[in-house]
C-alpha cells in the first residue's frame, strides 16, 4: 500500500515469445510441391528481377506478446472508491500460409503487430445502503499494422494437379492498417426494492476509426505455367492503386448508445425471474464519398449509410428452485441478442466507393504484360486506355446490424454419491444476419455443369457489393452433462453434446466481397441455399478427473486429465480458380461429381483422357460425401474432416515456505497431446483450408453442347487433408508460481 488502508497499487507484468514451425505443409514435411519445382523458379525471379523470394522449406513462426498492467486503489471515505487501470500490449504474429493447393514461399509471408493503451477509471459508490452506483470511463487506442518484406508484386504460378507457387509482396498485407480510438462512459445504478433488485444503466462508445486497406496494391499477377512466367504472360492481373485526390484512408466516426433495465424478482424462496430492455442505437456522423456514376448507374448511393441503427433487445429468464432444498432446479430464458456491432463491414462502404481508388481485373488476352516494379504497375488492362473500373460496397438502406433470437431450457438434478446430472437445450435463430450480395451479376443465360450460367451485367464496375439481411440462419444444442464436484480427494465430469449450425454464408472476412466471393455456391450466388455452417460440430465429448495425492506432508499433489473429442468440421470441393458459372468469381463454384466419364471432359489425348478419368474417380471412390454426390452438384459443406481427441495432462505440485504461513510455490506441469507422446501416430488433427479444397481445373469454360467445360489433366492427389502440424504434436511446458 501507499497510504496504509487507503491507497493501494498492483504493477503485474508477463512476456512471452514462441518460436514454432510453420502451420501446413513444407517441403519435406507432407508437400506434393515438390523441391525441384520451386527451386528453378526461386532462381530465376533472383536472377532476372534481383528479388529473394524467401525460403523454400521450412520456416520458423514466430509470437510475441509483451502485457503490462498497473492499478491504483484509492478508499475515498467509506461510501466511494476510485480504481484508476492502465493497460499496454504489444504483440506480434508471424503468418505464413502454406497448403499443398497454394504454397507460399518465405517472404510471402507478413508480420501482423497489434499495440493497445487501454486507461479506465471506475468510481463505485453506495448510498444509504440501499443503492449502488457503478460509473466507468474509459479510453483505449488500438493500433493494428500489417509488416512485410522487401515489396514485389504478387505472383501465383500455377502447377498441375489443382497445385500453386506463391511469391512476393501478399496481395492483403502490403497496405493494410487498422487505427482504433475508442472513449467508453457507463453507468449502472442498482438498487433493491423488497424482493426486487433493479439495474438501470447505459454504455456508450464513441469510436474512430482510420483504416488503410488496399488490396492488390502492388499489383497481383497469376500464370499458368512457370513458362507463362518467364515470358512474362499473365492469364490475371489485379491492381489498385491510389486515383487524384483520392481518400487513402477510410476515417469515420460511430457513437453507439445503449441503455437498458433489469430486474431480478424473487417471486417465491423457490422461483426467481429476470428481466430485462435492452435498447442500442448506432449513430454515423459521417459519409463516404459521393459517386455519381454508381446513382446514374445503379440508382444506389455510395454515401447512403444509413445515419443511424438500432435495435431492441427484450429478455426474460428463470430460475426454479422444484424441491426448495436445491436438489432438482430448472432454469431457462428467452430473448433477442445483438452481440458486438461489426463495424468493420460497414467501413468497407467508406473504402470502396469508387472514387478514391480504381480497383479492376484483367484476364486472359487483356491481362497486360508482367512488370516487376511494385511502384509502376499497369493501371489498365491491356488494349485499353479508359480508367480502369472500380470495386463498389454498398450498404442497402434496409440493413440491419445482426440480431438473434435465443431460448434455452435445462434442468440440474442432484444424484448420488456427489453427482449433478444437467440437460441443456439451446436454440438461436437469426433475426437478422448479414447477407453480401453482387449487384454485376446478371440474369441467368444457360446450364453449365449442373448449376445456373449467369451473364455479368458489369455496369462500368469490376464489382458492385452490397451488404443486406437474411433471417434463414439457425442452430440449435442438446448437451447432457454430469459432474461431481472436488470431495474425497477427487472430482469429475463428463458432457457429451450434439449440435447443429445452418446458414446460408459463414462471414469469416472483414471484406464484404471476400465474404460473397468465397462462399461456395451451387445455384443463384445471390440467394444461397441454407446449407451447415463452417462452425457446424455435430458431437462433441468434454471429460475431466482430477486426483489429490499426499506424497508429501502438508504438500498435495494434483494429478488431473483433460479428454475433449468432437466430429470433424465440414468442407467443400471447388474448382481452381476457374469462373464456371459466371458471377465474376473464380473461386466460389462447387464442383459437380461425374457418374461416369461421360460426364466430364479432359483435354489431350485419348488415353491420356483415360488416365484422367481413372484419377479423378479413385478420388472420389476414396471420399464418401463425393460417391454420395455422383451425378449433381456438391453441396457446400456436404463432407467431414476426421473425429480428433486430444488428452492434455496436468501434475501440479503445492510447497509450502517454511516459517511463512500462508506463503506457498505451486509447480506445474503440462502435457498437451499427451497420446501424441505415447504413440507418433495418435493425436492428430487434421484439416482443410479455409474448409475449401480446390479440385479441377477448367482448360477452356466455353461448354459443349450438353453443358461440359473443358478440364485440365488431372493426376490424383496424394492426400485428402492437412495435418495441423504443431495441434498435432504433443508440446510440454512447465511453471511455476509464488502464491502469499
Keep these: ?326 436438489s432438482t432446479q430448472v432454469r431457462g430464458g428467452i430473448g433477442y441478442f445483438s452481440g458486438r456491432t461489426p463495424y468493420v463491414w460497414i467501413s468497407n462502404a467508406y473504402g470502396n466507393t469508387g472514387v478514391d481508388y480504381a480497383s479492376f481485373t484483367c484476364r486472359g488476352a487483356a491481362a497486360p504484360d508482367f512488370v516487376a516494379d511494385p511502384h509502376s504497375q499497369p493501371t489498365s488492362c491491356a488494349g485499353s486506355t479508359s480508367l480502369a473500373p472500380g470495386i463498389i460496397n454498398l450498404t442497402n438502406p434496409d440493413f440491419e446490424f445482426p440480431q438473434v433470437l435465443r431460448t434455452s431450457l435445462a434442468v440440474d438434478r442432484e444424484l448420488p454419491y456427489g453427482f449433478v446430472g444437467t440437460l441443456e437445450w439451446i436454440y438461436t435463430k437469426s433475426v437478422q444476419d448479414a447477407l453480401f450480395q453482387e449487384l454485376t451479376v446478371g440474369p441467368q443465360d444457360g446450364v453449365v455443369e449442373g448449376r445456373p450460367h449467369y451473364r455479368r451485367a458489369t455496369r462500368g464496375f469490376s464489382s458492385v457489393t452490397d451488404i443486406t439481411n437474411t433471417d434463414e440462419n439457425y442452430s440449435y444444442s442438446i448437451t447432457a452433462q454430469l459432474q461431481r464436484q472436488f470431495a474425497g480427494k477427487w472430482d469429475a465430469s463428463v458432457a457429451y453434446t450434439y449440435g447443429e449450425a445452418w446458414d446460408v454464408t459463414s462471414t469469416t472476412s472483414s471484406q464484404a466481397y471476400s465474404n460473397w466471393r468465397y462462399n461456395p455456391i451451387d445455384a443463384d450466388p445471390n440467394n444461397p441455399k441454407l446449407r451447415p455452417s463452417n462452425f457446424d460440430v455435430r458431437h462433441r465429448i468434454v471429460a475431466q478427473g482430477s486426483y489429490q495425492l499426499d506424497l508429501l506432508p502438508n504438500a498435495p499433489t494434483n494429478i488431473s486429465l483433460v479428454y475433449v473429442g468432437e466430429s470433424g468440421r465440414p468442407y467443400s470441393y471447388t474448382y481452381a480458380s476457374t469462373d464456371i458459372n459466371g458471377d465474376g468469381s473464380a473461386d466460389n463454384d462447387l464442383i459437380f461429381v461425374p457418374a461416369d466419364p461421360s460426364q466430364i471432359r479432359f483435354q489431350g489425348t485419348p488415353e491420356q483422357q483415360q488416365a484422367s478419368w481413372q484419377a479423378l474417380n479413385a478420388f472420389i471412390e476414396k471420399e464418401e460425401c463425393l460417391r454420395e454426390a455422383r451425378g449433381k452438384v456438391l453441396e457446400r459443406n456436404a463432407c467431414r474432416l476426421p473425429w480428433t481427441n486430444q488428452f492434455d495432462v496436468r501434475v501440479s505440485q503445492w510447497l509450502p515456505v517454511p516459517r511463512m504461513a500462508g506463503h506457498r510455490v505451486e509447480l506445474n506441469l503440462d502435457v498437451i497431446n499427451v497420446a501424441n507422446l505415447l504413440n507418433k501416430d495418435w493425436g492428430k488433427v487434421r484439416y482443410v483450408p479455409n474448409q475449401n479444397s480446390t479440385l479441377l481445373r477448367a482448360a477452356n469454360t466455353t461448354p459443349d453442347a450438353q453443358g461440359r467445360v473443358l478440364f485440365q489433366s488431372f493426376g490424383g492427389r496424394s492426400s485428402i487433408h492437412n495435418i495441423s502440424d504443431l495441434s498435432s504434436r504433443w508440446q510440454i511446458q512447465l511453471g511455476a508460481r509464488y502464491v502469499f
Design 1 to 326: 500500500p501507499i497510504m496504509k488502508d487507503k491507497l493501494h497499487f498492483f504493477v503485474a507484468g508477463e512476456f512471452s515469445d514462441r518460436s514454432a514451425p510453420n502451420g501446413g505443409v513444407a517441403i519435406g514435411r507432407d508437400a506434393s510441391i515438390t523441391f525441384d519445382e520451386v527451386q528453378p523458379i526461386v532462381n530465376y525471379v533472383r536472377q532476372t528481377y534481383g528479388y529473394d523470394a524467401g525460403t523454400i522449406g521450412e520456416v520458423t513462426i514466430k509470437r510475441f506478446s509483451d502485457n503490462l498492467f498497473g492499478r491504483i486503489d484509492y478508499q475515498i471515505n467509506q461510501n466511494h472508491r476510485l480504481t484508476v487501470r492502465h493497460n499496454w500490449v504489444d504483440a506480434g504474429d508471424d503468418n505464413l500460409s502454406r497448403t499443398n493447393a497454394n504454397y507460399f514461399l518465405g517472404n510471402a509471408g507478413y508480420e501482423k503487430t497489434s499495440k493497445t493503451h487501454s486507461t479506465v477509471a471506475q468510481l463505485n459508490s453506495s448510498f444509504g445502503g440501499r443503492y449502488f452506483n457503478e460509473l466507468r470511463i474509459g479510453r483505449t487506442t488500438i493500433d493494428d499494422v500489417r509488416k512485410v518484406g522487401d515489396l514485389f508484386p504478387f505472383v501465383t504460378i500455377r502447377l498441375p494437379d489443382s497445385r500453386a507457387i506463391s511469391l512476393g509482396t501478399e496481395n492483403f498485407s502490403g497496405k493494410n492498417v487498422l487505427e482504433q480510438d475508442v472513449i467508453e462512459v457507463t453507468n449502472d445504478l442498482t438498487f433493491t426494492a423488497g424482493r426486487h433488485t433493479v439495474t438501470i444503466g447505459t454504455h456508450n462508445e464513441f469510436f474512430g476509426f482510420s483504416n488503410l486497406f488496399v488490396r492488390n496494391p502492388y499489383g497481383t499477377y497469376e500464370f499458368d505455367s512457370f513458362e507463362d512466367f518467364q515470358l512474362g504472360r499473365p492469364s490475371r492481373y489485379d491492381y489498385t492503386y491510389l486515383l487524384p485526390g483520392g481518400k487513402d484512408r477510410a476515417e469515420f466516426d460511430v457513437r453507439q448508445y445503449s441503455f437498458y433495465i433489469q430486474d431480478q424478482f424473487d417471486v417465491t424462496d423457490r422461483l426467481t425471474l429476470t428481466a430485462g430492455l435492452r435498447y442500442d442505437v448506432s449513430t454515423f456522423p459521417d459519409k463516404p464519398s459521393h459517386n455519381p456514376m454508381v446513382l446514374d448507374s445503379l440508382g444506389r448511393r455510395t454515401d447512403g449509410v444509413p445515419s443511424s441503427m438500432g435495435s431492441f433487445n427484450p429478455r426474460i429468464g428463470f430460475n426454479w428452485d422444484v424441491m426448495g432444498d436445491r
